[in-house]
């Protein structure tokens, strides 16, 4: 397949045309390379990929932020050295990408005031930028050269320049973060001036035989920003100036264009790559975002639109991903699904990543797996994502492990999360997992209900209990009417709800069971794509049907934030996309009663009002069930509580407890 066939960058040539994408890992709290960043990459050089991009690497104190790698100066060149040995010694190559965030960095790590081409503030920090001067613009060009110097002499095969996301080269090609009137600010020509001057001096630090990769964004996709075309006109222009590479990915980090999350969907920003090839002579260009599957990134291959492809989550999720494309493995390969619980939100926030699928992501030297001498029979109880990650585990080290669920299908929660819109991609892991148990012969069991007595038939020498959780109802007059509906069964089942729904509880469930009842009768995007290309329907009518249902949905929450338990990259989405689809939702509103026609609630102000409703749905949380845990714990002392049966949780902790578990036993 072309994903596997060798390719040259200049004077490099890369094993395969995969590539591993530079990520804020934060792994590192000083910018020095360390075992835990050396280990991570390990991994991904020892699972096949053709080229890894490390970064970014901080080029100046402006540019610091917490946990990622630098480049500064000549004592990080070092450790950078041991890393590229350790990539290079498995077959990988590399490249440093020089990182300088402008307006997005923040003086809260840095401790000194961030500068930008114009003083405006960005959503992100809120910090108002000093505005860079002639002195400061040489500085920053000739700390970018410097940093390439380094990268080279600490043993990379290329470096790459960010001028993507909304970083400072971005700022400046800009005209919304660029408002300058001398020779850096104004038209096309004097807007890309700086991103210019950047490569071209880091071409002369590095000379001609080095790659030069430019991180783009294909569109800003911002209001009033550049779009598609004139971002492929900036690419043409840094080729020009030295660039070799274009890594495209989507739009900045303050767009309200989702680009990362599951709904977008996978690899739907290939056009940008394409776009950017169309403009450049002969550079070569990496298609990314959301390129979760192999099959996909082959096509784009194939058709044309990029010559490389681009994983940073997807590696993250599966570092043997090359490998066992290269085995004929791909049923083996776990897929990134886009949640970002482990990884983005963590970062967010000030964090280090994790991976809800890959357990060992970031921890790989703690957490290698040790074959069993002696194996014990194993009993998992219950099959959602803890039960199944534990056995899995279990049998990978060589125990004989059972499973028991007592539903028909393996997945638990999971399989009703993958209901939701925006959501489908949970159903990869259910996959994954299954199909790792058939695989590893456990023996599973479904519609199998545990008791005490069939426990002790079956003589177990460890126990692990993870038979999840179940939903809260709270005690309101009228919770037994038969209007009342849960959250999950609305999920599993359908049921008919009639026009009206009030949902009670505005949580993660509360609004993603929202979005899942909004949805109900809207027009799919094979039809839009039909009534558009035929001009069917006019534009703004089509644009209604998508997002106009047959329901009115109203969502009520008695505390002020809706969405709580949504992470920070996803929660914006949904609460943004409840809108667009006319959800109305009640915050600081409570419960008072359910009545046949509607819901008694009390508003902020404590007026007692009727919303009407023809059915009620109840999604205000839930609570673990194990009841079976201490008497199982008694007869067999080796017994584990893992998962939502231990305390309603995320998936990742769930699935991060199954691997612990299962490693441990
Ligand atoms: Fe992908 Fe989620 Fe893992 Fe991040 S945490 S790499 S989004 S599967």
């Not at 023809?614 to 839930?622: E, F, H, L, T, W």
Request: hydrophobic share 40%.
């Amino acid at each position: 397949m072309k994903l596997l066939e060798p390719v040259r960058i200049g004077n490099v040539e890369l094993r395969n045309r995969i590539v591993m994408l530079p990520m804020h890992l934060g792994f590192c709290e000083d910018g020095k390379v360390g075992e835990r960043i050396t280990e991570f990459y390990r991994e991904r050089a020892q699972g096949g990929v053709g080229l890894i991009v490390v970064g970014g690497c901080t080029i100046d104190k402006h540019s610091a932020y917490w946990g990622m790698v630098s480049l500064q100066d000549d004592s990080y060149i070092p450790g950078h050295r041991q890393l590229n040995q350790v990539i290079k010694s498995l077959g990988a190559k590399t490249c440093a990408q020089l990182f300088q965030a402008g307006r997005y960095a923040t003086s809260r790590y840095s401790g000194i005031q961030p500068i930008a081409p114009s003083p405006i503030a960005s959503s992100l920090t809120r910090e108002v930028p000093r505005e860079m001067t002639e002195k400061d613009i040489e500085e920053v060009i000739q700390a970018f050269a410097a940093a390439a110097r380094r990268a080279v002499e600490a043993g990379y095969d290329m470096v790459e320049v960010i001028a993507s996301a909304g970083y400072l080269i971005s700022q400046f090609f800009s005209p919304l973060t660029n408002q300058r009137d001398d020779e850096y600010g104004g038209d096309f020509e004097n807007r890309c001036r700086f991103g210019v001057e950047v490569i071209k001096a880091v071409r002369t630090a590095i000379g001609s035989d080095y790659p030069i990769s430019v991180r783009l964004s294909g569109n800003e996709f911002m209001q009033g920003g550049n779009g598609s075309l004139e971002m492929a006109r900036f690419a043409a222009r840094l080729e020009q100036a030295g660039a070799n590479l274009f890594s495209v990915t989507g739009g900045w980090h303050e767009s309200r264009v989702p680009q990362i999350t599951m709904n977008v969907p996978p690899g739907a920003y290939s056009y940008l790559a394409r776009t950017v090839k169309e403009a450049v002579n002969n550079s070569q260009v990496i298609a990314c975002n959301r390129i979760n599957d192999p099959v996909i990134a082959e096509q784009f291959l194939i058709e044309g639109q990029a010559d490389l492809v681009g994983m940073a989550r997807g590696l993250m999720a599966d570092p043997e991903l090359p490998r066992k494309l290269e085995e004929g493995r791909w049923h083996e390969i776990r897929k990134c699904i886009g949640c970002n619980q482990g990884c983005l939100d963590a970062i967010f926030v000030g964090g280090s990543c994790r991976c809800l699928v890959n357990a060992r992501a970031g921890r790989e030297a703690q957490t290698r797996l040790r074959p069993v001498e002696r194996p014990k029979k194993v009993l998992v109880i219950g099959g959602g994502p803890a039960g199944m990650e534990a056995a899995r585990v279990a049998a990978t080290r060589g125990h004989d492990v059972t499973l028991w669920e007592k539903e028909v299908n393996l997945g638990g929660q999971l399989e009703l999360a993958a209901a939701i819109p925006g959501r489908q991609d949970f159903v990869h892991l259910i996959d994954y997992l299954e199909d790792s148990l058939v695989e590893l012969a456990v023996k599973v069991e479904t519609q199998k209900e545990a008791d005490i007595g069939e426990i002790k038939r079956f003589g177990p020498d460890a126990v692990v209990i993870a038979t999840g959780a179940r939903p809260i109802m709270p005690d309101i007059p009228g919770i037994d009417s038969k209007n009342v509906v849960g959250a999950w069964e609305v999920l599993a089942f359908e049921p008919e709800l009639g026009k009206r729904v009030v949902i009670i509880g505005g949580g993660a469930v509360g609004c993603e069971v929202a979005l899942f009842i909004a949805r109900m009768g809207t027009i799919d995007a094979d039809t839009v794509k039909f009534l558009l290309l035929n001009e069917a329907e006019p534009v703004e009518r089509i644009r209604e049907l998508a997002q106009r249902g047959t329901k009115e949905v109203v969502v009520v929450e008695q505390d002020k934030n809706m969405g709580r338990g949504i992470g920070i990259s996803t929660r914006w989405i949904i609460l943004q996309e409840l809108a667009r689809m006319g959800v109305q939702l009640r915050p600081s509103t409570k419960v008072i009663a359910i009545e046949e026609d509607g819901v008694v609630v009390s508003d902020p102000q404590g007026r007692t009002e009727k919303i009407p409703a023809d059915a009620v749905v109840v999604a205000v949380g839930s609570k673990p069930a194990n009841s079976l845990y201490e008497e199982i714990k008694q007869a067999f002392p080796e017994t584990y509580l893992i998962g939502d049966a231990k305390e309603p949780r995320k998936a990742l902790e769930a699935v991060h407890e199954g691997f612990d578990v299962g490693n441990a036993i």
